[in-house]
């Protein structure tokens, strides 16, 4: 008999394809719309794998009703919707997929900074609105990037990515982490600093961690008070490391200059979030992976990880 798999997502047909060769699949149909919590309790209860996107809570309770899973395949490098330590005492596996957007989000990164610091979004609103009247001296003027230092929060595999961006751009760049990468210090010529200095001296910080208990809201009241008022945030990994709220109010007492968000502690973003009513705010619906090249590996990774850990083999990225 083959093995019982559920999709909680309309994915490509071919990848499809692929994961039937082996497996009974069945499959949320819509792309646009996630699976309602009650229909993924009732698939999950009977299949030995899930291949599940960063939208599904994927914790006790869903894990307690199934019966034969064996496999948890995110489609995402973060895992923070997955109640792991639940999953361990299952003697679930789950999976995700690093490494084949590293590059593709690096790039997203280092756009939103751009975009941030010269004020892009804004600036094209100016022009559709009618506003540009004329050129004069210090319309819409932004923030310099070449030659600024760079505070990288999360030395991982992206963080890596975007200094060498960075480096094009001649900034100097600094990095915190958990623990110093001597290695990575040396070939890439940064400098170790702790939050705090990282902080004050930065003029883009660029939240890079992954998600935690320990991470969240690692970027509060107090980090942003030790900001420069000319500095700029950016958030690619997750939102909960960033305090929205006192964001806001960092944004809106001037205590930094702008924020670059392509996360949100709630996704989707509310539209009446506060943050929305603030020019200083560039945001994106959570796009950094968002290439077409990126998304599919992303599946085939995610499907080869369900595939291998349905039919007895390690795959090849286990998180437990
Ligand atoms: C991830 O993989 O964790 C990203 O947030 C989505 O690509």
Known sequence: MKPKVYITRKLNDRVVKKIEEACEVKMWEEEEVEIPREILMK???EVDGLLCMLTENIDDELLSCT???KV????????NN?????????????TNTPGVLTETTADLT???LMATARRIVESSDYLRKGKWETWSPMQLTGQDIHGATLGIIGMGRIGEAVIKR????????????????????EELGVVYAGLDELLRDSDFACVLTPYTSETHHLISEREFSL????????????????DEEALYHALKKKEIWAAGLDVFEQEPLPLDHPLLALPNVVTLPHIGSASIQTRLKMADLAAENLLRAVTKQTPEHVVV
Do not use: C, P, W
């Open 227 to 242: 900001m420069k008022e000319t500095s700029v945030l950016i958030n690619t990994a997750r939102g909960g490391i960033v």
């Open 72 to 79: 948890v395949s995110n489609m995402a490098v973060g895992y």
């Open 82 to 94: 997955i109640d792991i330590t639940a999953a361990k005492n299952r003697g679930i596996t789950v």
């Open 67 to 69: 019966r034969n899973l």
């Open 43 to 45: 698939e999950a209860q």
């Open 110 to 112: 280092f756009t939103l």
């Open 166 to 185: 960075a480096k094009g751009f001649d900034m100097n760049i600094i990095y915190h982490n958990r623990n110093r990468k001597y290695d990575i210090e």
